[in-house]
């Protein structure tokens, strides 16, 4: 079995502040990992994924993520949000024999101006 | 990339009546979709596993009589919310897996359904 924990509901930020989105994850086969950005009422779109390789993913609009396999975590980083960055952030971890994906709760991102 | 369209994007329906919702994998093929519900200020729980040509895989406590899934071809799939009571309210997102076997069998999602029952 897999799990995601996500370990802020929210993060207020202010505008061109820093902000990191934490994910950890249990799984005991290898992991595929997904970050997910969800606009209001809107599908999820994917910000970026590790398969393998370099631990440092980068992904779309500016953010990163680090695979970090000793302490299970996958946290996302971005060095400036923007009030455009406001929405519902879901990290997932796929795994196993069934390749399902495993959702977090979910991070809210709040930028402020 | 590859593009999930669903059909409608919000239907309001009457308590009792049922309701059928589309998603199309538009530019690839998908032999597996997957139907995931949201309830607000939540994440999304997996409600069913569809593979094309097959029965559904029902997770635990989703009720397959009420909630009909059929993957008729490599590019559709349909959820049938059947005799819609209020608490069916929810967001419904699907997904589709591309077949072609890539390593990370990425899964590709919908915009999603919101669905109101009155």
């Known amino acids: 079995a897999q799990s995601v924990t996500q370990l802020d509901s929210q993060v207020p930020v202010f505008e061109e502040a820093p902000v990191e989105l934490r994910c950890n994850y249990s799984?005991?086969?290898?992991?595929?990992l997904f970050w997910y950005v969800q606009y209001p009422n809107q599908g999820l779109q994917l910000l970026l994924k590790?398969?393998?390789?370099?631990?440092l993913v980068k992904g779309i609009n500016g953010f990163e993520a680090e695979f970090n396999k000793s302490q299970t975590s996958f946290h996302l980083r971005k060095p400036s949000v923007h009030i455009s960055d406001t929405a519902e952030y879901f990290c997932?971890?796929?795994?196993?024999?069934?390749?399902?994906?495993?959702f977090g709760g979910g991070t809210r991102l709040m930028v402020k101006p | 990339g590859a593009v999930v369209s669903q059909h409608p994007s919000w239907v309001i329906c009457k308590s009792g009546t049922s309701v059928k919702i589309e998603c199309r994998s538009l530019?690839?093929?998908?032999?597996?979709m997957f139907w995931y519900r949201q309830f607000p200020k939540q994440s999304l729980m997996l409600m069913a596993t569809?593979?094309?040509?097959?029965?559904?895989?029902?997770e635990q406590g989703v009720e397959k009589d009420k909630f009909l899934i059929n993957h008729a071809s490599l590019t559709l799939s349909t959820l049938t919310v059947t005799s819609a009571h209020p608490e069916d309210s929810s967001f419904y997102i699907c997904?589709?897996?591309?077949?072609?076997?890539?390593?990370?069998?990425?899964?590709?999602f919908g915009p999603g359904t919101r669905l109101t029952v009155t």
């Open positions: 569809s593979n094309e040509g097959s029965k559904a895989t029902y």
């Open positions: 997932a971890v796929r795994g196993g024999a069934g390749n399902m994906l495993t």
């Open positions: 590790y398969l393998s390789g370099s631990t």
């Open positions: 530019d690839f093929q998908a032999t597996t």
């Open positions: 799984s005991s086969v290898s992991v595929y």
């Open positions: 997904s589709a897996r591309d077949s072609l076997g890539t390593p990370s069998y990425e899964q590709y």
